[in-house]
């Protein structure tokens, strides 16, 4: 019987890593140990389990708080299929969503700081000191190669670390959250990476509208926060944007002139060229510089409008595409008449991005390019999936990103 046994130690944060495993049962045992803030050592699981063929693609998608994150995730799980659901059983203030084919996990439980702490040491949760990224790195590394983890909680509702929960590798793993492009070691582990990069007025916008309407706070106090976290937002967050592979940008409209109400939005999907099982969507004629206004006969617009762009651009020295919309539809069913002109889709049938959109029409964005984009990019993730799992059939060895 061959049994093998790792035990490193990780520079930062007193974090131990312990792995060790025996062929004879093909199953694994992995350790995390985290010395807290009170230098207490806490141990992160005892795991046991079976995962020969266990092939985990591992996407990332950063945003700020309170950008669009869980809309996002909502509609790439449906496009899988299934409903999307905290662990059974679990904690109920878990921020993990797992179905059939996706568990996303919320980077927001490595926060190394609690709220407390946060506070005595004057760092918000976007500084990288408030975030312990070697237990990032170890879990999702772990997890992409198939073997379970004992993952911590952050709570949000009262500030603390909770127990950990358990997370098996699934088909797809999503980490969302502030930090997915922050670490180089984490980013070497994304198969695709996704940023919403949504423009300071629209942000103000949606938090105004969130913060204000939905949990009481004042105009004030959404100011106040805003404007805290600004200097790390742009430090640490903001600039992750140059590593994704695909970014959903946000801008208030140009199609009212002078417009401060942030409701009528244009949206820039930003695809990468050249990202191996991604090819970007294109508008008419892939390559070319369009600009389309499918108002007319057979979309009903008011006022102001729907403008469509597409272009070939460069984006932090990468090639990229650039498909814009610019307004709002005012009947969905009819967005199967903009999908008929959009290539490269990814669909698995003709009118399947109209579909979705009209299966979560309530969902925020519908109405918009956030929406259609957010809808796009799950297909894509899902036929990058299904690309990289039919490739590693037949090479074994091979990963999406050398
Ligand atoms: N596409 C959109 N159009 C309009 N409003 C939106 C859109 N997406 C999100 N919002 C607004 O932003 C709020 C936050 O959205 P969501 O919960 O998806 O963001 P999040 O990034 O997951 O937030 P958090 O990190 O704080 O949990 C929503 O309640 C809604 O008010
Ligand atoms: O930026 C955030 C990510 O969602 C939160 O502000 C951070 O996680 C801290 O959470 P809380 O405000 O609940 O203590």
């Known amino acids: 019987m061959a049994v093998s046994t790792i035990y490193s130690t990780q520079s ?6 312990l792995t060790s495993s025996s062929s004879s049962s093909t199953s694994k045992h992995v350790f995390f140990y985290r010395r807290n803030q009170s230098q207490t050592n806490r141990r992160f699981n005892t795991t046991i389990i079976t995962c020969a063929q266990q092939q985990t693609i591992v996407i990332g998608l950063a945003a700020d708080s309170g950008c669009g994150k869980s809309t996002f995730m909502r509609r790439l799980t449906s496009v899988f299929g299934g409903a999307a659901e ?5 904690n109920p203030d878990s921020n993990t969503l797992i179905s059939d084919t996706t568990t996303v996990i919320c980077l927001d439980d490595y926060h190394s700081l609690d709220r407390t702490g946060r506070k005595e040491k004057g760092v918000t949760a976007l500084d990288p000191r408030a975030n312990d990224f070697d237990l990032m790195y170890e879990q999702v590394k772990a997890l992409k190669s198939g073997v ?3 993952k911590p909680i952050y709570n949000h509702v009262t500030g603390l670390l909770d127990a950990p929960e358990l997370i098996q590798p699934p088909k797809i793993l999503v980490i969302e959250g502030l930090h997915p492009m922050f670490d180089e070691r984490v980013r070497s582990l994304l198969d695709f990476s996704i940023y919403l990069d949504i423009s300071n007025e629209v942000k103000f916008a949606w938090k105004i ?3 204000m309407a939905e949990r009481g706070h004042s105009l004030e106090s959404i100011k106040a926060s805003i404007e805290a976290r600004k200097p790390d937002f742009d430090a640490f967050i903001d600039p992750q944007k140059q590593y994704a592979d695909a970014v959903i940008e946000v801008l208030p409209t140009q199609l009212i002139p002078d417009d401060n109400e942030g409701k009528v939005l244009r949206v820039r999907l930003i695809m990468k060229e050249g990202v191996k099982y991604f090819s970007p969507v ?4 892939e390559g070319s510089t369009i600009s389309w206004i499918p108002c007319g006969r057979k979309l009903t617009c008011s006022y102001p409008g729907i403008k469509f762009n597409y272009e070939p651009d460069s984006y932090f020295d990468n090639e990229v595409s650039i498909l814009e919309m610019d307004g709002q539809f005012d009947r969905l069913d009819e967005l199967i ?3 008929s002109h959009l290539s490269n889709l990814s669909s698995k049938f003709y009118g399947e991005v109209t579909q979705q959109m009209l299966k979560h029409a309530d969902f925020p964005g519908s109405n918009n390019g956030t929406g259609l984009f957010q809808t796009i990019v799950g297909l894509k993730i899902r036929d990058l999936y299904e690309q990289l799992i039919a490739n590693k059939a037949t090479a074994p060895a091979e990963t999406a990103k050398a």
């Open 12 to 17: 930062l944060n007193s974090t131990h890593f």
């Open 86 to 90: 905290p662990p059974r059983g679990g």
């Open 148 to 150: 379970a983890v004992e």
């Open 209 to 211: 509208q969130r913060d």
């Open 282 to 285: 294109y508008l008419f004629d």
């Open 337 to 339: 008449y903009v999908e």
